[in-house]
T-cell receptor
């Protein structure tokens, strides 16, 4: 069965510092991975996705993630964060079964950027 | 292009009542999925519809039902509301290619409070 573990529930960081949000997955089939961001009182916005090809994926707002099959990880990184990056970040994996796909989400990581 | 839209934004109901939430997908998308996000947790899959047919259902009681219309918009109905139904209900649309690579784009959500 597919599952997603986000290793940190909260990550505090100072503005302009680098950040890494960690995500591990378990899956017995082909893996499609996503990172979504949720700003306060809003829905989910797609940051980036890994479907195939290059293991380094670039997304919006300067974020990137690296797919590591041997370590079953898909960590999200940004070299220099801004106050506006303060939000909840969700890692998700697609479960495709019975002719449809659904997203399995991690519990989320709250990124708090301090001045 | 307009993204996924949901209505209403907020809703307050009392236990035992019934509620209907609405979703309009991105133009050209034929599949709609519904997720429930309880405070402090990641979203949980409820339903997926494609071409007016239910493709998949998550582990939710029969009090939850949905339908999709010819214009691909969708409604989620919840009967006999319980306090535990209080959550953010998210709608996601996708092309509906029936593959694991089908990317889901989320709306802003409807915040349901059950008193």
């Amino acid at each position: 069965a597919q599952s997603v573990t986000q290793l940190d529930s909260q990550v505090p960081v100072f503005e302009e510092a680098p950040v890494e949000l960690r995500c591990n997955y378990s899956s017995s089939v082909s893996v499609y991975l996503f990172w979504y961001v949720q700003y306060p009182n809003q829905g989910l916005q797609l940051l980036l996705k890994y479907l195939s090809g290059s293991t380094l994926v670039k997304g919006i707002n300067g974020f990137e993630a690296e797919f590591n099959k041997s370590q079953t990880s898909f960590h999200l990184r940004k070299p220099s964060v801004h106050i506006s990056d303060t939000a909840e970040y969700f890692c998700a994996v697609t479960l495709f079964s019975g002719g449809y796909n659904k997203l399995i989400f991690g519990a989320g990581t709250r990124l708090a950027v301090h001045p | 292009d307009a993204g996924v839209t949901q209505s209403p934004t907020h809703l307050i109901k009392t236990r035992g009542q019934q509620v209907t939430l609405r979703c309009s997908p991105i133009s050209g998308h034929k599949s709609v999925s519904w997720y429930q996000q309880v405070l402090g947790q990641g979203p949980q899959f409820i339903f997926q519809y494609y071409e007016k047919e239910e493709r998949g259902r998550g582990n939710f009681p029969d009090r939850f039902s949905a339908r999709q219309f010819p214009n691909y918009s969708s409604e989620l109905n919840v009967n006999a509301l319980l306090l535990g139904d209080s959550a953010l209900y998210l709608c996601a649309s996708s092309l509906g290619q029936g593959a694991g690579t089908d990317t889901q784009y989320f709306g802003p959500g409807t915040r349901l409070t059950v008193l």
